[in-house]
Structure formats: C-alpha cells, structure tokens
C-alpha cells in the first residue's frame, strides 16, 4: 500500500484530505502543525511522498531531504517566486494564473516542477483557494499516477514579496477597481482583510461587491483605536 501525506495549515483542506483517504490501495495522515511534521513521525508511518497544498511554514531541510515534498504555488513558475502570490497577483492586474506543482529544495520557490494547471483569479480570496483545491486534488493524482520527472523551471524569474498587513490600507488607492480588488483578494480566514483608518478607528472591509454603476457595496467592521 502506497503511504502519503497532506500538509496543509488551512482548514478547506480536510475536505480534501477526506476525498483522497478514500482512495484505494493508498494510505494517507494529515499534518495541520507544524510542530508534527517531524521525520521521525514521518517515517512510523512510511510515507513517500509530502503533498504541501498550502503552508504558512518554512519546511525544514531534514524533511524535504528525506521525502519527496511536493509544494503547490499559486503563480506560473519561475514567474511570481515568493511570498503572497494570490495578492501580488491581483495587484499586478492578472485575471488567471497556474498552479505549479513544484519539489521543494533549499532555494524558495526554485524546485523543479512536475506539471501546472491554470486557475482563475476571479472572487475572494476564500473563493479562490477553495476553487484550487479541486484542481490541486486533481494534480495530486496525476502525480501518483503517472509519476511524471520534474523539469527545470523556464522563462524569466520575477520575485515576489511577501506582502504585510499594514499593505492593506486603500488610503492611498485612486481607483475603485483597486479598492474592489484589494477587499476581495484579502477576504479569506487568516489574511488581515483591507481597510482604512481614522483618528479614532480602524474600518475593516469585507464581502465586496462591484455593482455596474462602479460603486462597491460591503461588510464593514468597525474598531476603536
């Protein structure tokens, strides 16, 4: 029986461990802490390939250097190497992306990749990242299947930076295509969401609609500073 493991510090990712548990002839755990993702706990269980869908965490060396550790990314490598690739991607005006699916090695971002597949950037953040997870599980079971032999990254390295929460301010946006844009790319559980502030308070956006007379309609929270 095949052993594998799903990595992922994202709650929408149970799901997707509970569709591949199902498998046959596959046996599967899940690590949502980092502290568990241990080589030792790794090899009780036997497993020989890592599936990192999504994680907020440096991978330690002894672990990618023991197992295969597959790390999706959410640009079309080697362009958007980095932090915050969902957010520099909105900012820079992109409507699609792809997915890499890529082996982790020392360098950030600059493994070698096994396939893509595209992926819309169209809704929230939240939407979006629940929209991968179908394509990510598919992506998993072509890679156990067909074991495709990962290739160099081609084509011009862009970096990204990992953005902060303060960069999450509109104050300073001209456009309301921007303010739209800036509330649902930072509308997902874990981001700091857009916002602005006054003298006495902090207003926080969420759930953003773009009407067709370019007005936005939103969730505000509003915080005493």
Sequence with gaps: MNRFCL???????????????????EK????SDKKDLQVDLLHQH???KIFFPHWSYIIPKEVYT??????????????GRGGSPLQNLIVRGHEETKISALRVSEGLDTGLIYLKSPLSLHGTAEE???????????????????????????????LFKRRKPEDGNIAGLRSI???????????????PPAFIE????????????????????????????
């Design 7 to 25: 990595a992922s510090s994202k709650s929408w990712h149970k799901s997707l461990f509970e569709e591949l548990s199902h498998r046959q002839s």
């Design 28 to 31: 599967w755990i899940l690590i």
């Design 46 to 48: 036997n497993i020989e």
């Design 66 to 79: 023991n197992f295969e550790c597959i790390v999706f990314h959410m640009t079309d490598l080697p362009y």
């Design 128 to 158: 979006i990242f629940i929209r991968s997870t179908a394509i990510i599980k598919k992506m998993i079971s072509q890679i156990i299947e067909n074991t495709p032999l990962p290739q160099n990254q081609r084509g011009e390295v862009v």
């Design 177 to 191: 295509d921007e303010i739209y844009d800036f509330i649902r790319m930072l509308d997902c559980e874990g981001y």
């Design 198 to 225: 006054t003298e006495h308070f902090k207003l926080e956006f969420s759930r953003a609609s773009l009407k067709s007379d370019k007005s936005i309609i939103a969730d505000v929270r509003i915080i005493s500073k």
